[in-house]
């Protein structure tokens, strides 16, 4: 099944590390950031997970809530756990949904048959309160992903969703950001009395806290 932006996250309930969860009623007025790794006990895989749980301050501060997972047992992940605990000096405390038989991997999209027919490729789902999906992102298995990158997209669809505004290239928690063509000059000035540049009647900037 291929999911977009903008669709409710299919829900599910499933055995994780935590026990078991139903996505929707376990994420319970927070985002997730859910995201699939190929298997236990790979390299790229451990430094995700430990950079997962590095962060946990950092995603708890925008109430999102990490769910990973694999098509591996809890067991496996249990035992896998301790060495990422180990190796990447956390204690990594989010749940890990175990996904032997490929459900949850298959309905949302992570089993990619030229990478692995059994294993999952490196997706990611940014999934907001009411459980729409916000972000996909898709990454090959030999590729570990970019946190910051992670957190800046949550900042910024938070962000937007508070200020009305988007987010040029690049940009950074503290940058100028750039009001929609949706919104017109007259709405502008009301929703930014501190003002906007005009570079051009479609490209307007300004700075929001
Ligand atoms: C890894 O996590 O290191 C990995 C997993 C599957 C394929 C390639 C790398």
């Known amino acids: 099944m291929s999911l977009h932006i903008g669709d409710t996250a299919p829900d599910f309930t499933v055995d994780t590390t935590s026990g078991p969860i139903t996505l929707h009623e376990w994420a319970k007025g927070s985002w997730v950031f859910f995201f699939s790794h190929p298997a236990d006990f790979t390299p790229v895989c451990t430094t995700e997970m430990g950079m997962t749980a590095k962060l946990a301050d950092e995603f708890e501060k925008r109430n999102v809530k990490p769910l990973g997972l694999s098509t591996d047992t809890v067991e496996e992940h ?4 301790s060495d990422v605990d180990e190796t990447q000096g956390v204690s990594l405390q989010f749940p890990i949904v175990a996904d032997p038989d490929l459900t949850i991997a298959r309905s949302y ?3 990619h048959p030229d990478e692995s027919e059994t294993a999952a490729v490196r997706s990611v789902f940014i999934i907001d309160p009411d459980m729409k999906i916000r972000l996909i992102m ?6 570990g992903r970019n946190f910051d990158e992670i957190l800046r997209v949550i900042d910024s669809l938070q962000l937007g969703d508070r200020a009305r505004i988007a987010t040029p290239a690049n940009w950074m928690p503290g940058g100028e950001v ?3 063509p949706s919104i017109g000059d007259k709405e502008a000035r ?3 009395p501190q003002g906007f540049t005009t570079l051009k009647p479609y490209l307007r ?3 929001v806290e």
């Open 78 to 81: 249990r035992a896998w756990i």
């Open 109 to 111: 999209d992570m089993i």
């Open 138 to 143: 898709t990454y090959p298995m030999s590729v």
């Open 178 to 180: 750039i009001i929609p």
């Open 190 to 192: 009301e929703l930014f």
């Open 205 to 207: 900037t300004t700075r």
